[in-house]
């Protein structure tokens, strides 16, 4: 909704929906601030439309005003959440679940189905879910852990961490830097100006692709890895700290295979 406020979304241990909603009203806007808490609670911004649950509609006379929610339903829930400041945490449902915020964080855990999050100025954090995963921020850090399906990490001015993907890995940043570890599928990675580092063991049919302007790449394998290499370096150097058989070599290019 358009009111600033945190909202925490849970699983519950019963089959009923529970919302508990943290009104505070300050001195400033039209009315007095007595007036516009009565007019709230009097009114709640709660309906009921079949199955669809929507608390936080629009409430565009009252100035001043922050809800903070807190909000149970039955783990076999779909969720769709905005806001404008505050932070958002959803944990433990099934999902699907849509999550955006303009400057908060938003947090999601424990879920079932797709999560596709977005923050415009706050971090964004994704950690266990049996399903695909979209996780954009503009300016906060984008992080991605122990997702079954593809990840999609992005982020303008902040860093981009993947730890254990299901399936196959896009990051980007435009400054900040990527980390992608326990990578086993397909890896495109593209940073301009932060340090790229992938930790993983690429298997016989994945593709990494994995570009930097002007920072450092950071490749890492087991010693026991199959696969083809192809490097190039503008301005840098190519090292290999582990044994490689090399096919063609520059100044500024590699190619080799190991195993």
Request: avoid cysteine.
């Amino acid at each position: 909704g358009n009111i600033p406020g945190d909202i925490a979304i849970a699983g519950s241990a019963d089959a009923k929906v529970h919302v508990h909603g943290e009104v505070r009203v300050s001195g400033f806007g039209f009315g007095s601030p007595q007036e516009r808490l009565k007019e709230i609670l009097a009114s709640p911004p709660v309906e009921l439309k079949g199955d669809t649950l929507r608390v936080g509609k629009s409430l565009t006379r009252l100035h001043n005003v922050t809800i903070s929610y807190d909000i149970q339903a039955p783990r076999d829930t779909q969720v769709t959440a905005s806001s404008v400041s505050g932070s958002q945490t959803i944990r433990n449902i099934a999902g699907p679940v849509r999550a955006d915020s303009v400057s908060g964080s938003v947090r999601v855990q424990d879920i079932a189905h797709e999560v596709r999050i977005s923050s415009t100025s706050g971090s964004v954090d994704v950690q266990n879910v049996g399903d695909d995963v979209s996780a954009t921020s503009v300016s906060g850090e984008s992080s991605v852990s122990n997702s079954k399906g593809d990840v999609v990490a992005h982020s303008v001015s902040g860093g981009v961490q993947v730890n254990n993907p299901g399936g196959r890995v896009e990051a980007r940043s435009s400054s900040g830097s990527i980390e992608v570890r326990g990578a086993n599928g397909d890896v495109k990675a593209r940073t301009s100006a932060g340090q790229l580092t992938v930790q993983g063991n690429p298997s016989g049919n994945s593709y990494w692709e994995l570009r930097t302007v002007s920072g450092s790449v950071h490749l890492e394998v087991p010693p026991n890895s199959n696969f083809h290499f192809s490097a190039n370096a503008v301005s840098g150097q190519i090292r290999a700290q582990i044994p490689i058989m090399i096919e063609e070599q520059g100044k500024h290019s590699l190619r080799a295979h190991m195993g």
